[in-house]
């Protein structure tokens, strides 16, 4: 029998939320996991193919380390439980701007992981999930311990000691909700858009591009949209920063169309030869970043908490820090992935599942703490002092 105390409920079923749900299963949690959708994998994770890859810089960054540590972690995902061809293949990636070179990669349909990380958990009997949950409101009833997870109504979806947000942009009214400062939380949706062809013929390169966009020219899965061939090529994708929409648009089709001009005309001439025939398709979604363009992983600041804490060091100089910083028990988030969300969730989720259990956690202090949801929080305190 599950200790009631290792009971989690997971809002948003992206690749935050079932990497989590599976960390959590794995470690012997029983999870409760709900979406607004019809089904896991509905929002920016239903991403036809995505890179997985490093982001190299010459001295080690805070997001260099981390997606050196993130595809190691993805990338054992994926040959644990998707097999090579059903949604994922390695390749190689020639970047001719932003880390110059050529550089091992994977192309993933995130849906495919997303999808065998639920199944695997499903498997143990300790995930439950919901789908056509939009949840409302993050609750604790008089000043009851567990979280309540609400509908617009304000009838519980679910009831748990633990909750992980994990909505991407959705992620920002529970958590204000919830009580988190909304300047604590500087979470921005960018919308993107690509541009993808049916492929005929042999690929339209020797293996991915990437300066402006990533150039795909072959990727073969029988798991893409049903009306969608098997075999395709893409350019991707565009950045609109602030925009929620997720239409697909002719303007954002010339832009990849100009990227992708300048990255391999031959590639060019097909998307062209595609959009004169009317059959270029394109897919557009919103990603959710952070100010910092680093994720949000871990346990929630608790603000009146924060607040007394400063008001008693009112005289002394007080700089918080991971460790003095009270928390909101048992409210956790896992989000702002931006165009990452490949290569940072399945190593994130991870480490908060460890956090979670109240385990110690696998990461170098430093790595941990420029990730920690409260250091934006931090820095306001800080500034006010
Ligand atoms: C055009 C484009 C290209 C991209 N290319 C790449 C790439 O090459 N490589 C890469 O690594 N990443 C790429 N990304 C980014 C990647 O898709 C995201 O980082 C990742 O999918 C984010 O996962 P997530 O689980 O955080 O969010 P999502 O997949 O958006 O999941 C969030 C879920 O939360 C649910 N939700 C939100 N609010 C609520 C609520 N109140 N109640 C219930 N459910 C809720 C939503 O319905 C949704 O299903 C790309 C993104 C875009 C848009």
């Known amino acids: 029998m599950t200790d009631p105390q290792r009971h989690a409920t997971v809002v948003g079923a992206g690749l935050a939320g079932a990497a989590l749900a599976h960390a959590l299963v794995v470690r012997g949690w029983r999870v409760d996991l709900l979406d607004a959708a019809d089904g896991p994998a509905r929002g920016a994770s239903a991403l036809p193919v995505g890179m997985l890859s490093p982001h190299v810089t010459r001295a080690p960054t805070p997001l260099s380390r981390l997606t050196a540590l993130g595809v190691a972690a993805t990338r054992a995902e994926l040959e644990s439980w998707v097999p090579t061809g059903a949604g994922w293949q390695p390749c190689q990636v020639h970047n001719h701007g932003h880390d110059r070179g050529v550089w091992p990669a994977a192309l993933v349909r995130p849906g495919a992981l997303v999808q065998a990380w639920l199944t695997a958990a499903q498997a143990t009997g300790r995930l439950t999930t919901r789908w056509n949950a939009p949840v409302a409101r993050l609750a604790r009833p008089d000043g009851s311990p567990a979280w309540q997870v609400q509908d617009a109504t304000g009838r519980p979806w679910a009831t748990s000691p633990v909750v992980a ?118 897919w557009a979604q919103v990603r959710c970043a952070s100010l910092d363009r680093l994720p949000l992983c871990g346990a929630l600041p608790d603000p009146a908490a924060l607040q007394a804490e400063r008001a008693r060091a009112e005289r002394r100089r007080w700089r918080p820090g991971a460790a003095d910083t009270p928390r909101l028990p048992g409210l956790f988030t896992l989000c702002a992935l931006g165009s990452r969300g490949l290569t940072l969730s399945a190593w994130c989720a991870q480490r908060l599942a460890e956090q979670m259990d109240g385990a110690a956690v696998q990461a170098d202090a430093d790595l941990w703490t420029a990730i920690d949801p409260a250091r934006f929080a931090w820095r306001q305190t800080r500034r006010a002092a």
């Open 165 to 282: 947000v994990t909505g991407a942009i959705g992620s920002l009214s529970l958590l204000t909700g919830a009580g988190i400062t909304a300047d604590w939380l500087p979470l921005r949706p960018v919308q993107g858009q690509m541009s993808l062809g049916a492929l005929a013929g042999p690929p339209l390169a020797e293996g991915p591009q990437r300066d402006n966009g990533v150039f795909v020219p072959e990727y073969r899965d029988a798991g893409l949209p049903p009306a969608w061939p098997e075999r395709i090529w893409s350019m991707g994708s565009t950045y609109e920063r602030g925009t929620t929409h997720t239409d697909v648009r002719a303007e954002a089709h010339r832009r990849n169309l100009d990227s992708l001009r300048a990255l391999h005309p031959a590639g060019a001439e097909a998307f062209e030869r595609s959009m004169a025939m009317g059959q270029l398709l394109g």
